[in-house]
C-alpha cells in the first residue's frame, strides 16, 4: 500500500516481518506524510530503520516500555547525505514553521528517531 509518493507500507512494518494491525493504519499513514514533508525539504531519500514493533519485539530489543513504535506512531531513519544531527536540526526548524506535526525527536550516533506523539519530547 502507498502511504505517500515516497513511501510505502512495507518500509513501516515490523523487522521481524509482523504488518501493522489495521487499528494502526491511521496512525503510519500520518507519520509518513510527515516524514514525506521531511524527504522533500531535504531532497534526499529517506530509510526507515525500524518503524512499527509489536509489544514481544520491542521487548526483545530493549525498546521503551510505552514505545511510540508499539503504536506505528515512530520511525527511527537516516536521510541520504545528511548526519542524524542534521536530520533532527532540519525536523526542528520544520516543526517550528508548522510543516511538521510536533512530536519526539531523539538524536543518536547513526540514525534519527521522529515520532507523531503531537506533543515535544526531546532526547
Request: proline share 2%; hydrophobic share 35%.
Amino acid at each position: 500500500m502507498q502511504l505517500t509518493d515516497n513511501f510505502n507500507i512495507r518500509e513501516f512494518c515490523c523487522n521481524d516481518g509482523t504488518r501493522i494491525p489495521q487499528e494502526y493504519i491511521e496512525n503510519v499513514i500520518e507519520l509518513a506524510e510527515n516524514l514525506q514533508v521531511l524527504r522533500d525539504y531535504a531532497g534526499a531519500a529517506i530509510r526507515v530503520n525500524s518503524g512499527y514493533r509489536h509489544r514481544d519485539y520491542n521487548t526483545r530489543i530493549g525498546g521503551a516500555k510505552n514505545s511510540q513504535h508499539l503504536y506505528a506512531c515512530a520511525a527511527d531513519i537516516i536521510v541520504d547525505g545528511m548526519t542524524p544531527q542534521e536530520v533532527a536540526d532540519l525536523i526542528e526548524k520544520l516543526i517550528s514553521q508548522g510543516k511538521m506535526k510536533e512530536g519526539g525527536l531523539g538524536r543518536y550516533n547513526t540514525f534519527t528517531h521522529y515520532d507523531i506523539r503531537g506533543y515535544n519530547a526531546r532526547w
